[in-house]
Nanobody, 115 residues
Framework: QLQASGGGLVQAGGSLSVSCVAS????????MAWYRQAPGKQRDLVAS???????EYADSVKGRFTISRDNAKNTVYLQMSSLKPEDTAVYYC???????????WGQGTQVTVSS
């Protein structure tokens, strides 16, 4: 089970942090990632972190977003700064397996950036 939280409304240029708790005993052994889905668009990968804390980012968020994880808390975080209206979306976490994901999707958390 994946439980994302921390979303909200923020002005353009602002910052916001979201977190996701995974009810998985294997959490420390698997990669985790954040995805987002804007209205009418497909869900896209935003950032990923390996079990050894290597990170990758979509070009659209590189330099603005930071993904991190706390294995003791089974939690993955996404720190977002210099937010833009185009960052508005529902943000989800999951564990990537190639082009697929390991878990059923949770409810996500809404992030809205006003201009």
């Amino acid at each position: 089970q994946l439980q994302a939280s921390g979303g909200g409304l923020v002005q353009a240029g602002g910052s916001l942090s979201v977190s996701c708790v995974a009810s998985a005993s294997i959490f420390s052994l698997i990669p985790m990632a954040w995805y987002r889905q804007a209205p009418g668009k497909q869900r896209d990968l935003v950032a990923s972190i390996s079990r050894t804390r290597g990170t990758e980012y979509a070009d659209s968020v590189k330099g603005r977003f930071t993904i991190s994880r706390d294995n003791a808390k089974n939690t993955v975080y996404l720190q977002m700064s210099s937010l833009k209206p185009e960052d508005t979306a529902v943000y989800y976490c999951n564990s990537p397996i190639g082009e697929y994901t390991r878990f059923a999707w949770g409810q996500g958390t809404q992030v809205t950036v006003s201009s």
